[in-house]
């Protein structure tokens, strides 16, 4: 298990950008905590919306270098696994979700964000920072297409942030372990297909501009979503390649 040292800071821009400044071999262990994000990164140019205080938005750094830079999304799998490990605790699991590739899903509202920025060395990886956004505290949001909600819209009640981010750094540590194995791989990938979003669900998405009807049956080596159309045919997608409707 890694062993983390924590950093805590008021006001910053992004603590994966923070990270990125730092050697390569100082992020491995190494979690910073920023009490406001001025510019919180979300996947391509999305941002993320956090009150000072209210949420968590923290980066972790993992050692990776045991992991060819082909699998890399099974990263993108374990990490949000381990937050769902904490979560499940404190919300109805049932409720909750990944929706591909790694954000978090309360019902059919936004929970959690995650960013992972991962250094390649020719065919390994190297170390990857893990850029988490949380809602945890912040009880009025922006209408954002994703409909975001926090724990404590949920629960009504107020949560502890930094005993909350430890055991979440724990957890995803746990996780990110299991992939050190072929066993403990293949029961990430099995543990993501029983919590992906719209798993075997009809829905509507939209691709090209236009509204389809897809049916999510798995996901590929890449990471790209595997998805049926309305004539059985495959049909498989890149990140925002397909639109969540």
């Known amino acids: 298990m890694t062993i983390f040292s924590y950093t805590f800071l008021k006001k910053i821009d992004s603590t994966n950008a923070f990270m990125a400044e730092m050697p390569e071999n100082k992020r491995v262990g190494a979690v910073v905590f920023a009490h406001e994000q001025t510019a919180g990164k979300g996947m391509g140019t999305n941002c993320w919306e956090s009150h000072p205080g209210e949420n968590l938005t923290f980066s972790m750094g993992v050692d990776m270098s045991f992991m060819k830079a082909s699998n890399q999304f099974l990263l993108s799998q374990a990490v949000p696994l381990g937050l769902l490990d904490v979560l499940d605790e404190i919300l109805p699991s049932l409720s909750l979700s990944v929706k591909w590739p790694n954000d978090l899903f309360f019902q059919d509202r936004k929970l959690c964000g995650i960013l992972i920025n991962s250094t390649i060395h020719g065919m390994d990886m190297g170390t990857s920072v893990i850029g988490i956004g ?25 949560v502890g942030l930094e005993p909350l981010m430890k055991r979440l750094v724990g957890a995803v540590d746990r996780r990110v372990q299991l992939l050190r194995t072929e066993e403990g791989a293949a029961k990430i990938q099995r ?14 998405y939209e691709v090209n501009g236009q509204k389809v009807r ?15 159309d309305e004539s059985k045919h495959k049909c498989v997608y890149d990140i925002k390649e397909i639109k969540f409707l």
Not at 134 to 158: A, C, G, R
Not at 218 to 225: A, S, V
């Open 191 to 204: 543990d993501y297909l029983n919590r992906l979003y719209r798993y075997h669900i009809w829905s509507d």
């Open 214 to 228: 897809r049916f999510i049956t798995g996901i590929d080596g890449f990471g790209r979503l595997e998805t049926l």
């Open 134 to 158: 949380l809602n945890v505290n912040q009880m009025q949001f922006q209408e954002w297409p994703t409909h975001p909600i926090s724990i404590k819209m949920i629960l009504d009640e107020e």
